[in-house]
Each structure stands twice: as C-alpha cells, then as structure tokens.
C-alpha cells in the first residue's frame, strides 16, 4: 500500500481526494453532504499562522484512491497533537488502505513533536451496532474518550413552538439587561476583544472527557485567520449575540455555518455563554435569534446539523427544547503516540 502526501496545487489528485471522501459519506449519509469539494481545496492550501492542514491518499501502486486522510495541526496552543480524519471508499475497503493512512499520519505527527491523535466519528443511529469504525478504531491503538450525538434539526421550526420559546426567553429573569444583535461574520472589528474571550472560555468550557485538550490562545490574527480560510471555503457564517447593556461586551455568542453549494444544510457551531452571565436564557436567547435570522438570510435551508458531548446537559437542554432529534451515535478517539 503507497501512502502518499497530495500536492496542494494538484488540483486532480485534490478532486480524487473529495471524491473518496464524498462516497464514504454518501455510504452514512445517503441524503446529506459533508465537506465540499471547495473545502478540500481551501483546507490543502490554507497557509495560516494559528493552523495548517495536511492531506494524505492511499492506493496500491499505480491504483487509485482507495482511502484518504487529512491531519489540522494547531499552531498556536495544544502543540502535543493533531485532528485527524480518515475515509475508505466503501467499494475498497479491507485491503488496509485505512490502517496504512493512519500509520503514516502517526509517523508524521511523531516527527513534528505530537503525541496524540484525535478523532470523532459519528454513526447514523440506523447502523450503531454494525459499523466498522469502532472495530477499526480498537485495532489500531484509539481509545474511546467521550460520547457524544450528532444532533438534526427541521427548520423552519414550528411557529407554536418558536413563539413559546420567545416567551421563555422574554421572561427570563434578567432579559431586561440584554440586548440580542445579528449579522454576518466577520464579527465587527471593534467587537474582536468580545469574540477572542469568548472563544477562550469555549476551548475549556466544551467537554473534553477524558481527552487532553489545553486552553488556546486568541488574538485578532487568528480570527483573521479563520474568516480567511471560511472566505477560501465560501461559506458564510451567521452570528448571533447577547449585549450587556451596562457593560458593553458581549456575553454570549452562536453561530450557524452555510454552504453556497449545499443550499439546503447549515451546520451549528459553537455556543458560549460567560460563566459570570449564565442562568439568563442566553443560551437559548442567541440560537433562537440566529435561527430567525437564517429564515431571512437563506429561507431555503432545511436541516440544520449540531455536535454535543453526551455530558454537555445544558447544551442538550437547549437543543431539545429547540426540537432537535438525536440523528447519531458519536465517539471522541484519542490514541497516544511514543514521541
């Protein structure tokens, strides 16, 4: 089996790479999309300081494709490992091509000073107890650190339900003392002070279980590092805020990704609330503004899509309440390295 490392400027080979990884997906997910083929591209030639990305493709020589990878080293903080993502294309599976592809990423990895790599996968609930990648995962030295679900979402949610929730979020003790504001990212420059602590408190308020997961750091260059990597991506990005009206500063914060080319999919990313502003419905405040805002902004979608730990209670609160339903099983692996 040849491993090799794509060429970012081999647009072929990148095609062939998406290609892979499109019909492992399509073989989970027959009637949702993942990573575009615009992504792939904009992820192998992102040329970042706080990350960088590395794409791999296995075939037998002088074969094609038969699975990829793909490594996202950290720059900034949490130097000791890298995400990884690995993909067989379900007509040739079993001839190694996956553990051939993450043994090389482990070689790459030890030789840049990582000791861990890490992993979610996530399996539709419709094929929990036959899916190979737990057996796959174990074979090869992963260790399962933390459950969690994929979570799916109907929009537009049901007015009922939308106007019951508004009245939650109305009478919510200290509603008074919030002001609730969306637009598209990027986020205002004067606002990036706001964005950069709250993305701090994210990176040690989100479960991690049993995974190693350090503090990061945030500065404006690294948001300008991530708007530039979604503008390569073309994907906008709806914001939603919660204002404290004495203070000025944002408190809380959820955004919801879109994908020109898949028009009818977004995907949630983070949520964050301050610890100092919790218990005021901020939370449900910031999704539920930002849901209303992508009916204005893109009324064509109709599956949003969301990740939540398993211990994440409150996260999962919320989502339920917004009627969101439990789509898959996921699993955080982590496997160490001998660096």
């Known amino acids: 089996m040849e491993v090799r490392r794509v060429d970012p400027a081999d647009d072929k080979a990148l095609a062939e ?11 989970d997910w027959p009637q949702r999309s993942g990573y575009t083929a615009r992504d792939v591209r904009a992820f192998a030639r992102f040329a970042g300081t706080s990350r960088r990305f590395e794409l791999f493709t296995a075939s037998e020589p002088g074969g094609a494709a038969l699975g990829v990878g793909m490594m996202e080293f950290p720059l900034r903080d949490n130097l ?23 043994e090389r990423m482990a070689g790459v990895a030890t030789a840049d000073g990582r000791r861990t790599l890490h992993n979610i996968v996530d399996v539709p ?3 929990t107890t036959a899916h190979p990648s737990v057996s796959f995962a174990l074979r090869l030295g992963f260790v399962a650190t933390m459950p969690g679900h994929e979570r799916h979402l109907q929009v537009p949610i049901d007015p009922e339900r939308h106007a019951a929730l508004g009245a939650v979020v109305a009478g919510a003790r200290h509603a008074a003392d ?25 990176s ?25 990597l979604r503008s390569a991506r073309g994907t906008p990005k709806l914001v939603a805020v919660a ?32 610890p100092a502003h919790r218990g005021q419905r901020l ?22 899509s969301t990740g ?11 989502n339920d309440l917004l009627g969101f339903e439990v789509a898959a099983e996921g699993t955080f692996w982590q496997k160490q390295l001998l660096v």
């Open 178 to 202: 919030y002001r609730i504001l969306t637009f598209e990212a990027p986020w205002p420059a004067a606002r990036e002070a706001d964005q950069c602590e709250l993305l701090r408190v994210m």
């Open 125 to 127: 609930t419709a094929r």
């Open 204 to 228: 040690t308020d989100e479960p991690a279980g049993d995974g190693e997961r350090q503090e990061e750091v945030w500065d404006p260059e690294r948001l300008q590092d991530n708007d530039a």
């Open 80 to 102: 000791h490992a890298t995400e990884i993502t690995v993909a067989v294309h379900p007509a040739r599976r079993r001839r190694g091509a996956g553990r051939a592809i993450v």
């Open 283 to 304: 939370g449900l405040a910031v999704k539920l503004a930002n849901l209303e805002f992508l009916a204005r902004r893109a009324p064509g979608v109709r599956l949003v």
């Open 308 to 318: 939540n730990a398993a211990v994440n209670g409150p996260m999962i609160a919320i």
């Open 243 to 274: 204002e404290h009206a004495a203070s000025g500063r944002l408190v809380a914060a959820t955004e919801l990704l879109l994908a020109p080319d898949v028009p009818e999919q977004a995907w949630q990313l983070e949520t964050v609330v301050h």
């Open 17 to 27: 790479w998406h290609a892979v990884l499109e019909a492992s997906d399509r073989d």
